[in-house]
């Protein structure tokens, strides 16, 4: 079995810290956590999206071998925003040979403009189809938004509620953007509209932040959980390719998969941590995740199944929307959320009953989806 | 044992294509020289260096999924200009749970202007120390010839050589960036200089150009080659970090580890592709496979033993150098040209003597280093 052994993570927001140290930072607690040295690492996976334009840096794998003193093979994956679920499914790839195994996922993305980080997030989308006709990513989402609305009746005041339910998790968590932002109800609704229907709270701040954890093959404390299932699926760059907008292909055949080699279904997962990168992607997610059947999951949201309280949690840390997503770090972060979930250290939003955890991390529209499912000790 | 059953690649040059028709070449040659169809291939790895600042396009493996119509998990890989080597070594691992796993090198640079590309490059090196003092690329492999010429008494006259002999074989090359293009060694001595002792023939072009390789785990045909090693290492990101400029700890690690793997010594090797980015590099790669101890790879240099008709010939395709260098495909296209010369298909560059071919693909200025070995069926 593949356990995770160690894990750390700097705070999420608009932070001093440069790219090489909040990696440091993340990996250095996530070493502590696990009781290594930086010399015990075999391998290392590095993933993160936009280091080429927004901090000019590249060839981040040797940018691990400077901060370990090591000449360990070291790689960088990127998935867009999937980029930390590949990761972590690449890192257990390679615990087949080398063990322990690192991933770190770290992104900068405070020091450019609003502006300029949006231009660099339609790289995830198809430069040569959608961004050039103006199908930027929260017109990506809106469209999906409206077909929702249109096929299943959702509405706006749906949306809101996820927002609100994930910025309520992210005031019980002290690492998040928003830890500090009391949000309601009203605020979310008055924001001013970003593309119709998504409002400005609809949609996932702009972070840095870096989150580490270690992969052995063997359970080193008696807390390490392990996984049961690691998949990726693709779909189509462009979503003008795509037959059906109110669900992702990526996410259901991965998560079919995943489910298959977990052995289990959607009914045993007790706690999930989505790719909520708009508040309608979340409610997709626990469509394709079989969290509700097509059409019903607004109607969980009414009836708060989705909360800390309710009866399948989700986005426990905050989700993207309010703990932030620093976006090669944010599938790393769903992990490391899962991990303190399991071990029963996540404070103040521990939830009773935390034994099995999925993680699902989509990519630019849903051109990738990697999901995860760990077991607690 | 792991095999690769099917090559296929692109010119090598400025081209007319934009970076996903590139893709598209390439793989439906190797598609069609391995005899499968698109719905085949279970994985794929797309290793590209830097689609997101030239042609705005990151996400790569959801790009792939559009080209292969499928839903596989398909992933990008960076490691600078090592990506190919590296993403070859992951395909490798993949092969453990899918089969067969395709592999796609592709960069579009030609785009943009030498000066914009330049910086671009700079991102493979350590943005925060050698870049900002202007430690550029070039300046990097500057630096390693004057240590190495202070060191042994090497000469740019040396180097001037490596660079004739890679024109000489990119001439048999059809494929090759300078196909067409006659070079001599008065050309290249009286080129103009790009940072002492460099001169503009001492450096590797701008290309644009895709090769793809698919991997299986069992011999599809009887010309099909198997793996005998897949290594890799990483050195500091900084040269600012390395006691020694004359060689390549990267390199000097993953060799001894490909050697121990394939349980052979660099006497076996009976011709190589390596990572001639700046014909100084080709030296020192030389010196670090083993093919020469420190300090004599000028003088096997000087007696044509890296020729096509030497004793060990290098570069057979003509190198980064002529053949050219779309960093992202450049290591791909070194399996691309080892598994020709092992089928006897390599045409006029044919060599006599062709069973065991290695290949080394540097990332950076030496901050990473992948290897391959590959025998003839």
């Known amino acids: 079995m593949d356990y995770i052994t160690g894990i750390g993570r700097t705070k999420f927001g608009k932070l001093q810290e440069s790219l090489p140290e909040l990696m440091a930072l993340a990996i250095r607690e996530a070493l502590l956590d696990s009781s290594l040295q930086p010399q015990d690492i075999q391998a290392a996976y590095i993933t993160n999206f936009v280091g080429d334009s927004l901090v000019d840096q590249l060839h981040l794998g040797a940018l691990l071998s400077s901060l370990l003193k090591t000449n360990i093979p070291a790689t960088r994956i990127e998935s867009a925003c999937a980029s930390g679920g590949v990761g972590v499914l690449q890192a257990r790839m390679a615990l087949e040979q080398f063990d322990p195994v690192l991933v770190i996922g770290a992104e900068k993305m405070s020091t450019s403009s609003s502006p300029a980080v949006a231009k660099r997030l339609g790289t995830a989308g198809c430069a040569l189809i959608d961004q050039e006709v103006g199908l930027i990513f929260p017109a990506n989402y809106a ?18 509620l996820i927002a609100l339910k994930n910025h309520t998790n992210a005031r019980l968590n002290p690492l998040a953007h928003f830890y500090h932002k009391d949000v309601d109800l009203e605020m979310i609704e008055d924001s001013p509209t970003v593309c119709s229907p998504l409002r400005l709270f609809d949609c996932s701040p702009i972070s840095d932040g870096a989150v580490a954890v270690i992969l052995s093959r063997e359970q080193k404390h008696s807390h390490d959980p392990h996984f049961l299932a690691s998949t990726m699926a693709t779909d189509s760059l462009s979503i003008v390719e795509r037959r059906d907008l109110t669900t992702f292909r990526a996410a259901t055949i991965a998560s079919k998969k995943a489910y298959h080699q977990a052995e289990c279904t959607a009914a045993d997962i007790d706690f999930a941590q989505v790719h909520d990168c708009f508040t309608i992607a979340e409610l997709v997610a626990m469509e394709d995740l079989g969290f509700a059947d097509a059409g019903r999951a607004a109607e969980y949201v009414r009836d708060n199944r989705f909360a800390l309280s ?68």
């Open 143 to 160: 469209l999906m938004a409206q077909e929702h609305m249109r096929e299943y009746g959702t509405t706006s005041h749906d949306l809101a």
């Open 310 to 377: 309710g009866d399948k949690p989700v986005n426990t840390d905050g989700g993207l929307k309010a703990d932030g997503h620093p976006i090669g770090a944010s599938g790393v972060a769903q992990i490391y959320e899962t991990v303190l979930q399991l071990r029963g250290q996540a404070e103040k939003r521990q939830l009773d009953c935390a034994r099995i955890g999925l993680t699902h991390n989509i990519g630019g529209a849903g051109g990738t989806c990697a999901i995860h499912i760990l077991e607690g000790a």
